[in-house]
C-alpha cells in the first residue's frame, strides 16, 4: 500500500517530467536519491529533449538545413516547452498521433529535428539563427539540464556511466554532459562538507576527471583493471575472433550461429578435457603400471588392444591410495575419479541452464511476432561485408520479397472434407513410416550389438578378422544416422506441409527422436547387457564401443561435409543444374553435433579422456565445415534461406542439447554409479557393489576425525536424506507457483498494452484532424499525448515489469477521476483504487479493455468504502 | 598493439572507454585501424585529424554495406557537411554497432541510418529507398513500382500505428523490439 501510494504521489507530482522513471525509482529505492537496481536493458529514461534547445552551446543552434522551415512557426514557444519534457522515446510520437493539427505536428517534428540537429550543432552557424525560438525555449530547458545533470549525479557511478554510454549523442555532447555532472557531484560534495573538499579546492573543473575516477568506489576499480587485464590476455588468445568475424561476414548470421555452437561445444569439451586430464590421468601417471601390448595402428581406429592398458580406459586406473611421500599427502584415486565426474556434471548442468535461460529470457518476444513485411526494416545484417555474400543477400531479399508478396495475394485455401481426411492420413502415414524406421534401426543396432558381443567374447584375439568386427557396429550405427534423415527429408516432401516452418521442426523432432532412440538402444545394450556379460572388465568395453562410434561418426561427418556438401555443389553448379543448389542445412548439423556430444557424456566415465578427442574431432569438423561453405560461397550457393532465425536457433540449439541429451545421460550416469556393479578386476572401484560405495565408506572414515563431523553431518543430513529433499522440493515446487502467477499476470498485462494500442491507434485514425482553437483543450489532449506516449513506451519496453504494471494502473486511476470528474479530494484513497484495479484487471475482465476493468473496480471500492 | 596503445593518452582512453561501449582493446584496435586512414604524416596525431569519407569507406567492414553513404552521413561531425569522420566519430560509430551496445540505442540510430531524408520520420520515399538498398540497386532486381507500392502499403499497415502514413521513431523501435535478431545483426566489429 504504501509503495502504491508513494508511487502515485510522484506520479501526480511529476506527471510531465520524468514521469517514466522517477516514480518507479523513488518508489523503490525510497527518497535516497540512488537510483539503483534497474535493470541494464530497461531503457533510461533521460529527457533527452532537455539536452536540445537552449543549452549553452546550442544557442547558435542553427535552425535551418532539412529543418529551416520551423523558424517562421508562429509561437513557438507554447509548443515548445510541453514536449521538451518528454522521453526521448516519445517525442517524435507526438507528430504521429496528432496528424492532423498543423502546429502540434511541427512542434513534434522540431522537437525530433532537435535531436537530429544536435549533431549539426556543432557545424558553425553559418544559416540563419532564429532568436524567436531560441530566447523563448532557452530558461526551460536550461532547467530541464539541470534536472538531468542533476538525476545524473545522484546516481552511482555505474549507474551514470551506463547512462551516459546509452544516450543517442555524440562524444563531444556526451563528455560535456560528463564534466557537467562531475562539477556538480563536486559541488554537492563541497556542500556536505566532506573531506576531500580541501583538496580538491582551486583545481576542481581541471581535475573533476581525476577527483571522478578517485571517487568510484576503489574495489570496483581495481577488479576493472583486473577485469581489463584479464580480456587484454583473452585478446591475444582469441584466435576465434578472427575466424568467426570472416565466417559472418560471409555467410551471415545464421550460418554463424551454427558455428558458435560448435565453438561452444568446442570449449566446453576443453573444460572437461582439462579437468579430468587434471585430476584424473596425471595423479594416474604417478602410480601407472607399464604397458606390455604391442602397437599396430589398426588400434586408432578400435580403440582396442594396446589402448586397453592405458589410461584412455576406466580399467586402467588404480584404485589405490597414492603417495609419493611415506604418510604425506595421499590421493584417493576412487574419490577422485567419483568427484571429479560429478563435479563435472553438476558444472555443465549449471552452464546449460544458465544459458538456456539467458537465451530464453533474451527472445521471450518472439513469439509474438506476427508482422512479416515490416520486419524488412530490421532485416540486414550489417555483418556481411563480404560483396559477394551481400550480392547473394540482396538476391535472396529479393525473391523473399516477391514471394511473400504473392502469398499475400494468394486467397486463404480452404480444404474440403476429404482432402483434410487425406491429409491427415498423410501425416499419420508418414509419422508412422518415421516411427517404424527409428524402431527398426534400434532393432538391427540391438541385435547387431548382441551378436558382436558375443563374437567378442568368444574369440577374444587381436587379430584383424576380430578388430574389423568391431568396426561393423559403429560403422552400421553411424550410416543409419547419415541415410535416415535424407529418408525423412523426402517425407517430408512429400507431405506438403502448409508452412516450411512446420516441415523443419516436424523433420526435427523425427531426427532428434530416431538419434536418441539409437542411443537409448545403446545404453541399454551396454548397462543391461554387456554389465552382466561376463567379461574381465565391462566397462572398458563400453569405454572402447563409444570410442569407435565417436571416431566413426567423425569421420562419417567428413565424409559427409566432402561428398554431400562440398561435391554435390560442384555438380549442381557445374555438371547437371537440375539437382539444384543444395543448402547448408543447418538443423541437420547441429543435431550431428549434438549426437556426437551425447555419446562424450556417456562416455566419461568409462573413458575419462573422450573429450580430449572429442575436442580434436570438432575443432577439424569447424575447420572443413568452415572450407566447404566457403566453396559454395563461391560458386554461388544459396546460403541458407530465412527459416531459421538466429536468435531462437542459439535456444533451440541449447534446449535440444539440454533436455533430451544432457538430462538421458544424467540418469545413464546415475543407473551406472548407483545401480551398476563394478567389474571385479580392473578400475578404481572394484570390489565395491557399486560406485557410490566408495563414497560411503569415506564417510565412514571420515566419522573418526572430530575436526571432519561438519561433513558427515551435512552428507547424513542433506545429501542422504529424504525429508531434506521432501522440503527443498516443496519449496521450490511454491516458489515455481509463484513465478508462474507473475508470468501469468504479465501476460495479461502486455495483451491489455496491446489491446490498448490497437484501440487508441484505430480511434485516432477514425477522427478526422481537427484544429484545436483554445489553449487548455490543447492542453488536454497534450494530456492525452502523454499517456499515450507513456503507454506506448511502456509496450516498447515489453515485458513489462510488474512495477511498471502497477503504475500503468494508477495512472489509468488518474485518468479515471478527471474524466469522471471524481472528488474524491483525497489521494489516499488511490492505493486501494489502483489495487482493486489490478485485481479487476487480473481477475474479472480479462476479456473488457483496461478502463472498464479499472472502472469497474473502481466501483467495487466505492461500495467498500 | 603495444605500439599504439601509448599514442592515446591514459586518460582519455578510459574517457573514451566510459563513453562509449567499447573495451580498451577494442578502441586500441580502433585506434591502428583509423590511423592506417590516414596519410602518413598525419598519423602522429590522429586523435585530431579527420578522414574524407571516400578513405573511410575504403574499410572492408563498410565497403560492401549498401547503407555506407548513410551511416557516414550519420556519425559524421563534420562542419562543413562532406561527411568526414574524426577519431571520436569513429568510435561513436564504432560503439553504436558493438556487441554490447543496447538494443535502444541500436535502433535509434538504425533508424536514423534509414531515414535517408532526414527529416525525422520514415515515409514512402524513405521506405522506397530501403527496399531499394536492401534488394540492390541492379536492374533486374529493381522491383516494380506495383511491387513496391504493395509492399510498402503492407510495411505501413503493420507498423504504423497511428495511420499517418509514416513511421517514427517509436514506431520503428517497436517494430525491432518484436525481432529479437536485430541486436545481432546491427553489427559491425572491426
Not at chain 1, 530416431?514 to 545403446?522: D, R
Not at chain 2, 522506397?128 to 529493381?142: D, F, I, M, Y
Request: hydrophobic letters at 40%; aromatic letters at 12%.
Amino acid at each position: 500500500m504504501d509503495f502504491l501510494f508513494c508511487c502515485l504521489h510522484r506520479g501526480s507530482s511529476q506527471r510531465n517530467r520524468f514521469s517514466h522513471q522517477t516514480p518507479y525509482d523513488s518508489s523503490l529505492h525510497g527518497s535516497s536519491g540512488e537510483h539503483r537496481g534497474r535493470e541494464q536493458n530497461y531503457p533510461v529514461a533521460i529527457p533527452m529533449a532537455s539536452l536540445g534547445p537552449g543549452s549553452d552551446y546550442s544557442q547558435d543552434l542553427p535552425r535551418t538545413g532539412p529543418y529551416g522551415n520551423f523558424t517562421d512557426e508562429p509561437e513557438p514557444e507554447e509548443t515548445y516547452t510541453p514536449y521538451s519534457t518528454f522521453h526521448m522515446l516519445d517525442y517524435p510520437y507526438i507528430h504521429g498521433i496528432s496528424s492532423g493539427s498543423e502546429e502540434v505536428k511541427l512542434s513534434g517534428h522540431v522537437c525530433y529535428s532537435d535531436s537530429f540537429i544536435r549533431r549539426r550543432n556543432r557545424r558553425p552557424p553559418d544559416e540563419i539563427f532564429s532568436t524567436s525560438s531560441s530566447m523563448f525555449e532557452t530558461d526551460p530547458v536550461c532547467n530541464e539540464e539541470e534536472d538531468l545533470v542533476g538525476s545524473l549525479a545522484s546516481m552511482s557511478t555505474n549507474e551514470r556511466i551506463k547512462a551516459i554510454q546509452k544516450m543517442p549523442e555524440t562524444m563531444r555532447k556526451k563528455r560535456e554532459i560528463r564534466n557537467k555532472v562531475l562539477k556538480e557531484i563536486t559541488k554537492k560534495s563541497k556542500h556536505r562538507g566532506a573531506q576531500s573538499t580541501q583538496c580538491l579546492q582551486g583545481a576542481a573543473v581541471v581535475s573533476a576527471r581525476s577527483f571522478y575516477s578517485s571517487l568510484s568506489s576503489f574495489p570496483l576499480q581495481s577488479f576493472r583493471r583486473f577485469g581489463n587485464t584479464l580480456s587484454e590476455c583473452f585478446h591475444q588468445l582469441r584466435l576465434w575472433h578472427k575466424t568467426l568475424k570472416i565466417i559472418g561476414a560471409e555467410f551471415g548470421t545464421s550460418v554463424l550461429s551454427y558455428f558458435v555452437f560448435l565453438k561452444w561445444l568446442l570449449n566446453l569439451n576443453i573444460f572437461s578435457f582439462l579437468i579430468n586430464f587434471g585430476f584424473i590421468t596425471i595423479p594416474q601417471f604417478l602410480a601407472a603400471e607399464p604397458n606390455n601390448l604391442s602397437f599396430t595402428g589398426l588400434e586408432v581406429f578400435t580403440g582396442a588392444g594396446y589402448f586397453q592398458q592405458t589410461v584412455l580406459y576406466y580399467g586402467f586406473y588404480t584404485n589405490a591410495t597414492i603417495s609419493k611421500v611415506e604418510n604425506g599427502p595421499s590421493y584417493n584415486m576412487q574419490l577422485a575419479y567419483i568427484f571429479t565426474v560429478g563435479i563435472y556434471f553438476v558444472i555443465c548442468f549449471l552452464i546449460l541452464l544458465f544459458s538456456m535461460a539467458k537465451f530464453f529470457s533474451r527472445n521471450i518476444n518472439s513469439q509474438t511476432f506476427s508482422v512479416n513485411a515490416s520486419k524488412l526494416l530490421c532485416t540486414w545484417d550489417f555483418n556481411i561485408t563480404n560483396e559477394k555474400a551481400v550480392k547473394l543477400q540482396q538476391k535472396n531479399l529479393h525473391t523473399q520479397i516477391k514471394e511473400s508478396l504473392t502469398e499475400v495475394n494468394k486467397e486463404v485455401q480452404n480444404f474440403s472434407v476429404m482432402e483434410r481426411v487425406a491429409r491427415i492420413a498423410t501425416h499419420l502415414l508418414a509419422w508412422l513410416a518415421s516411427l517404424g524406421t527409428a524402431v527398426a534401426a534400434c532393432a538391427a543396432v540391438y541385435f547387431l550389438s548382441i551378436n558382436n558381443l558375443k563374437l567378442f567374447m568368444k574369440g577374444y584375439r587381436n587379430d584383424l578378422e576380430s578388430q574389423a568386427v568391431m568396426l561393423v557396429l559403429p560403422v552400421i550405427v553411424s550410416l543409419l544416422n547419415t541415410l535416415i534423415p535424407f529418408f525423412f527429408s523426402w517425407l517430408g516432401h512429400l507431405e506438403k506441409f502448409q508452412t516450411p516452418g512446420q516441415h523443419i521442426y516436424v523433420t526435427i523432432t523425427r531426427n532428434t527422436i530416431l538419434k536418441m532412440s539409437i542411443v537409448g538402444i545403446l545404453c541399454y545394450y551396454w548397462l543391461n547387457i554387456v554389465a552382466t556379460s561376463e567379461s574381465q572388465c565391462w566397462e572398458t568395453l563400453v569405454g572402447q564401443d563409444i570410442y569407435r562410434l565417436v571416431l566413426v561418426d567423425f569421420i562419417f561427418c567428413l565424409l559427409g561435409s566432402f561428398f554431400g556438401e562440398f561435391l554435390r555443389r560442384i555438380i549442381g553448379t557445374t555438371v547437371c543444374m537440375n539437382l539444384g543448389l543444395p543448402e547448408f542445412d543447418i538443423g541437420r548439423n547441429v543435431l550431428d553435433l549434438i549426437y556426437a556430444q551425447t555419446l562424450t557424456w556417456i562416455g566419461i566415465l568409462f573413458s575419462p579422456l573422450l573429450p580430449g578427442i572429442q575436442m580434436i574431432a570438432f575443432f577439424i569438423v569447424f575447420f572443413v565445415k568452415k572450407v566447404t561453405n566457403f566453396v559454395s560461397l563461391m560458386r554461388n550457393c544459396q546460403p541458407p534461406r530465412k527459416v531459421w532465425r538466429t536468435a531462437q536457433m542459439m535456444t533451440s540449439f541449447i534446449f535440444l542439447l539440454f533436455c533430451p541429451s544432457f538430462l538421458g545421460v544424467l540418469s545413464v550416469i546415475g543407473v551406472t554409479v548407483w545401480r551398476l556393479k563394478p567389474s571385479e578386476e580392473c578400475g578404481p572401484f572394484r570390489g565395491l557393489s557399486s560406485m557410490y560405495a566408495a563414497v560411503d565408506e569415506w564417510i565412514q572414515i571420515l566419522q573418526s576425525y572430530t575436526a571432519s563431523k561438519w561433513v558427515v553431518w551435512i552428507y547424513h543430513n542433506l545429501i542422504s536424506s529424504e525429508l531434506f529433499f521432501f522440503i527443498l522440493s516443496s519449496v521450490l515446487l511454491v516458489v515455481i507457483y509463484l513465478y508462474w502467477q507473475i508470468i501469468q499476470g504479465r501476460k495479461t498485462m502486455t495483451e491489455l498494452l496491446r489491446k490498448q494500442i490497437n484501440n487508441r491507434s484505430a480511434s485516432s485514425s477514425r477522427q478526422p484532424a481537427q484544429e484545436v482553437p483554445d489553449y487548455p483543450e490543447r492542453a488536454f489532449e497534450r494530456n492525452q499525448n502523454s499517456s499515450y506516449n507513456e503507454l506506448w513506451s511502456l509496450a516498447v519496453a515489453l515485458p513489462v515489469d510488474l512495477v511498471f504494471a502497477l503504475r500503468m494502473v494508477t495512472q489509468q486511476c488518474q485518468e479515471l477521476q478527471q474524466h469522471q470528474h471524481l472528488t474524491f479530494g483525497s489521494r489516499a484513497i488511490c492505493p486501494l483504487v489502483a489495487t482493486g484495479a489490478l485485481e479487476g484487471l487480473s481477475s474479472n475482465s480479462r476479456g473488457l479493455s483496461t478502463q472498464e476493468g479499472a472502472g469497474q473496480a473502481l466501483d467495487t471500492n466505492l461500495h467498500i468504502l | 598493439m603495444g605500439g599504439s596503445a601509448s599514442l592515446i593518452p591514459r586518460d582519455l582512453l578510459s574517457e573514451y572507454q566510459e563513453l562509449t561501449f567499447l573495451s580498451k582493446q577494442e578502441i586500441l584496435l580502433a585506434y591502428k585501424r583509423f590511423s592506417e586512414l590516414l596519410p602518413k604524416e598525419e598519423r602522429e596525431n590522429a586523435c585530431s585529424a579527420r578522414v574524407s569519407k571516400s578513405q573511410i569507406l575504403t574499410l572492408p567492414e563498410l565497403r560492401a554495406n549498401p547503407f555506407q553513404h548513410q551511416i557516414c552521413h550519420v556519425f559524421s561531425t563534420s562542419e562543413s557537411g562532406d561527411d568526414s569522420m574524426s577519431f571520436e566519430d569513429f568510435l561513436d560509430m564504432l560503439s553504436v554497432f558493438s556487441d554490447s551496445a543496447t538494443s535502444d540505442i541500436k535502433s535509434h540510430y538504425a533508424f536514423r541510418i534509414f531515414d535517408f531524408d532526414n527529416d525525422g520520420i520514415l515515409d514512402r520515399k524513405d521506405l522506397e529507398q530501403l527496399v531499394n538498398c536492401l534488394t540492390g540497386q541492379g536492374e533486374e532486381s529493381q522491383l516494380s513500382s506495383a511491387e513496391m507500392e504493395q509492399l510498402i502499403q503492407n510495411i505501413l499497415e503493420e507498423s504504423d500505428i497511428d495511420k499517418d502514413g509514416t513511421i517514427n521513431l517509436s514506431e520503428f523501435q517497436h517494430v525491432v523490439s518484436r525481432s529479437p535478431d536485430f541486436a545481432s545483426s546491427f553489427k559491425i566489429v572491426l
